[in-house]
């Protein structure tokens, strides 16, 4: 027996060499008695997109297993006799306005991949089914690569420890998901694997494959090196001899208005992401209140509830690529978090978004209120962004300023981290224009009042105005595009925000205020009150042993200086 997989359905069907006609865009069938999975090829030498996730972790922070990383690539179903070849474009080398001549001399001139060779199971009444075994059981995620290079074993992918997930196999209209329990193998493994595999020689993760019907009426527009939206990169050969070949489009969502003769429109499809259950409740609504600081900026756009936040069902597969999912990473320690996002590989269109956020980061800025305490006035003052009712638990058991304080920062790390979803880079030097961007990497802003430290300021609350001048670049709706981009770069100078490259001294991590020397004269002067007021009454928890002062917290004071530091550094270099 074969089972057909068309969305939530599962119908048996007797083994037949074509599959039954229906509404998906890739029909695919599994022979779990030879465990082969059958697709019925959508169309030959035809735009196909393509990508390779993890569903499941490798749980460390050192390896970059996580769940929702991501590999975005085009590819071509080829016919070559009896087989059909699975043929990885090469889009870094384009000829846009080349003829048809100029066009292909740029293919033939640089290598393609077949990532897969599928024997032909049928072609009757002109659909050809293929056995794709060979396509999705392998190392599609690289992981044999990546282990040989961190030196933590010669890992193998072991197909008779590998299996297809049927319950994670299904089919749409405009995509197909597959899925596997992909098994590695090392009699070698390194340290870093022994730390979290149960049997380090034996390494089994979900490999996620996602194949999307190729969207078109797409218009790409051009970047510019002045402001930090995210860009598609690739050399366009049929540019005149007088200009470069390096092409920079931005990358950014499909945002239309629903009545486009309006200033201020509400999309036809607003950009909606679903928050992981498994992320505590309070944590989980300044998350989404995070998320939505963004609607400001897009406002600016011409775009009225660009974004909406959801809770994701309990059963919604977060790697289904219809799903805009926002995930709760465990890892071994504490870690990153991280924005992700599936792009149109050859226009820079986003089209879902996977961003994973780490479930440490909650307890290091806990550790943070910790050390700051014994200089605090009372609990401290914080924003408080989560509706009481959700806040029970551990939560409820909290200092309200080191709740608020925890709170706000995991809003601004939400907005961060969606915000590279949305097409937007870093900027390391928005400190200067005081929080103008949500994109700058934050670090606590405590001052000095009347001898004490004050927190009311510790993390930004809102986007900020750099930030909507990126949303204006990439979706504001334009009618002569180079001199309406130009006109919103010259407003972002005229109002003296800054972006600037990493050569620039004023590129600097988690630096604050306007000028180094003030910020550091700030910092040295908090440092002070953290240092005289640092002890166990002041910093440990109750049943806490005093070598905690040294493992937890005292890093967190001491060197509370210590991108300013480098900041002022910057500067006399």
Do not use: C
Not at 80 to 90: R, T
Not at 489 to 497: C, N, S, T
Not at 520 to 530: G, Y
Request: neutral net charge.
């Amino acid at each position: 027996m074969k089972r057909f997989l068309m969305g939530t359905a599962v119908v048996a069907l007797v083994a037949a060499p074509a599959l039954a006609q229906d509404a998906a865009y890739m029909p695919v069938s599994i022979d779990a008695a030879k465990g082969r999975v059958l697709l019925t090829v959508p169309a030959l030498d035809t735009d196909i997109l393509y990508y390779v996730s993890l569903a499941s972790g490798g749980g460390s922070v050192e390896l970059p297993f996580d769940r929702g990383t991501m590999d975005s690539s085009l590819i071509h179903f080829r016919r070559v006799g009896s087989k059909i070849l699975v043929e990885e474009q090469n889009l870094a080398f384009r000829s846009l306005a080349g003829d048809a001549a100029h066009s292909q001399g740029v293919k033939d001139s640089f290598p393609t991949s077949i990532i897969a060779s599928l024997p032909i199971e049928s072609d009757a009444g002109g659909k050809i089914v293929v056995d794709a075994t060979a396509l999705v059981m392998r190392d599609a995620a690289g992981v044999e690569a990546i282990m040989r290079r961190a030196n933590q074993g010669a890992y193998k992918f072991d197909a008779g420890r590998s299996a297809l997930n049927a319950a994670r196999t299904k089919a749409y209209p405009l995509n197909t998901e597959l899925e596997i329990f992909a098994t590695f193998t090392a009699d070698n493994p390194g340290g870093l694997v022994r730390e979290v595999a149960p049997s380090p020689g034996l390494v089994t993760m979900r490999v996620h494959h996602s194949f999307l019907k190729a969207p078109s009426g797409y218009t790409p527009r051009v970047a510019d090196p002045r402001i930090g939206v995210s860009t598609l990169k690739f050399k366009d050969f049929s540019a005149p001899f007088s200009n470069g070949i390096d092409t920079e489009w931005v990358t950014r969502w499909r945002l239309e208005k629903k009545d486009p003769g309006a200033a201020l429109s509400e999309p036809v499809t607003p950009i909606t992401v679903y928050f992981d259950p498994a992320i505590p409740a309070p944590v989980r609504h300044a998350m989404k209140q995070g998320l939505l600081w963004w609607n400001k900026a897009y406002e600016a756009a011409g775009f009225r509830n660009a974004l909406v936040a959801k809770d994701a069902p309990a059963d919604m597969d977060a790697q289904d690529i219809r799903y805009n999912y926002m995930q709760w990473i465990n890892r071994d320690e504490r870690g990153f978090s991280s924005g992700g996002s599936y792009r149109d590989p050859r226009t820079g269109e986003i089209l879902g978004a996977k961003v994973r956020m780490d479930s440490h980061r909650i307890r290091t800025v806990g550790n943070y209120w910790d050390a700051y305490a014994g200089g605090l006035p009372g609990d401290g003052s914080g924003v408080t962004v989560a509706d009481g009712s959700l806040v029970n638990g551990q939560f409820a058991a909290m200092p309200q300023g080191q709740r608020d304080m925890v709170l706000l920062r995991q809003a601004l790390l939400t907005a961060h981290e969606f915000g590279h979803a949305l097409g937007f880079g870093h900027n390391f030097a928005s400190s200067l224009n005081n929080r103008a961007s949500v994109m700058e990497y934050p670090t606590p802003r405590v001052t000095v009042k009347g001898g004490k430290l004050d927190l009311s300021e510790s993390f930004q609350k809102a986007i900020g105005a750099y930030d909507t001048m990126m949303a204006r670049y990439a979706y504001t709706p334009l009618k002569d595009e180079k001199a309406e981009l130009d006109a919103i770069i010259a407003d972002m100078r005229k109002q003296g925000l800054l972006y600037v490259p990493e050569t620039d001294p004023r590129w600097t991590w988690y630096d604050d205020r306007a000028t180094p020397a003030e910020g550091l004269a700030e910092a040295l002067a908090a440092r002070r009150i953290m240092l005289a007021n640092y002890g166990p009454e002041s910093v440990l928890l109750p049943g806490e042993p005093v070598g905690e002062l040294r493992n937890l917290r005292l890093w967190m004071a001491y060197l509370h200086h210590r991108y300013q530091v480098e900041s002022a550094v910057k500067y006399i270099g």
